[in-house]
């Protein structure tokens, strides 16, 4: 991957200067004074400094993650494009893992504790091997899922062997599937071509043919054995050798402190602090983005989990319920300290929750896992909330909790969703530019806006929220300075383009001069 061409930035300047609209007579009452600005978005050709953003990746290192890693760091550079098509930037990357427990001297063990990646993965171990979740008990049940699951119905089938529980562990309370069908395979050609993709093959970790099976390994063979301890402009194309963080099967590695090994990254005040003063930059951006298919388990520094509890610790209570999980809401708030103007950090999550569209049937899904889970039989623990061609997730309650508190700078995409990763990364994408292309206003506002926009000839009246045509007001902003005051800013929830217009009217602060 070659490192993504900076583009020029877009910047919004004023077409028109402030106008203040007010009646001949002296008795008019100054609060009636309305204030109206119309701004041009417009490809900026002076040598303006591109926008400052560091980005922090945590991506799960659980051996379920090895197919969502391989998309993660393929569809990487699209997601820079499409932020660069809107402004220039200035990138630092990181990649840390979601572990917080085990020795990073361990050398199977690349990041842990916070620790940035500098470590490529080379291979993905046999739990990677192509499965699907069936219903099956022999291999029979597993018959025919060539052209069931894949659609190569023409010519013999290959073979899927069933890794069975006992009946009663089938399938769990809420629906999902505890069984899986794992394909076979003797030559790398069969893989190719029922995949249809070319980077497959069929591994043989044994002599014994049982063990082999299918595989996508990582695109990491030839990455260097030692990478920077973050990246930036000049070798952002390394993105899928520090992203490529391993699989491991630990024990320590079986209770995923997501939210809490984030934080430990870039804590100047943690483990890691000498790294998080390298890496973070006073006048940038901070982007934080979590890849996992687990619920998040971050813990008190002063509380354990038992191994029994590790399968459900994200439904363990939290420390203000005398539980051993931290309250998302701490944690919000240290992200958020991490900036002088909290405004500048953006959080955004890849995880899993239900698939259904109505809020009804999505909150009857979610308490049926949670029930589900919760079961005392020991199999029960194995319940997932979503399935996809990559695999299962459990629900992430906590991580969407946590980037719901950051408002509109805070995204949560589905990891099981049909379109995949790629998706989901458009979606961040798409809040980082709408965070960064705000609009100063030049004085505070006292009334309600009114806020146009003229696109391609065609002028729409943008109402206040999060959606598409809409806006929301941000009342201070550190990058808004007007004689040395904090002013308020505006946000679009769906950004500006090249060519098109904004007209801004409101009632301004008569005192504010």
Known sequence: MKTPTLRTPLRIAPAAALVLLAAACNHTPVENLEKSFSFTVNKDTSDAPPIKIDFLWVVDNSSSMCQEQVALTTNFRTFVEQIQTAFDIDPRVAVT??????????????????????????????????????????????????????????????????????????????????????????????????FGDDKFVCQKPSANQADWGCIRPPDSTECPDELPEFLTGDNIDLFPCIATVGVNQEKCLKFEQTIRSGFMALDKNGPQSEQAKRFLRDDAYLVVVFVTDEEDCSIADNASVGEDFYETCGLLKTTDENGPLVPVAHYVNKFKALKTDPGRVIVAAIGGDSLFSTPAEIELDRQGYIESKSEPRVCYHQTYICNSENGTADYGARLIELTAGFGPNGSFANICADEGIEIALEQIAKTIVTVVNKICLPRPVLGNLSVTRTRNGVTTVLTEGNGANSYRVIPTTEDCVFDGQLMPAVAFGDAPVPGESIEITYQGDPQFE
């Open 97 to 194: 893992t979601v572990d917080a427990q085990c020795d990073v001297n361990n050398t199977t063990i690349f990041s842990s504790k916070g620790k940035f990646n500098q470590k490529a993965a080379k291979a993905f171990p046999p739990p990677c091997q192509v499965n699907a979740r069936v219903e099956c008990l022999s291999d029979t049940d597993c018959s025919g899922l060539d052209c069931e699951l894949w659609g190569s119905c023409g010519g013999s089938q290959g073979e899927w062997t069933c890794r069975t529980q006992s009946e009663a562990c089938v399938t769990n309370p809420n629906g999902s599937i505890n069984t899986t069908c794992r394909r076979r395979c003797t030559t790398d050609d069969e893989c190719k071509v029922l």
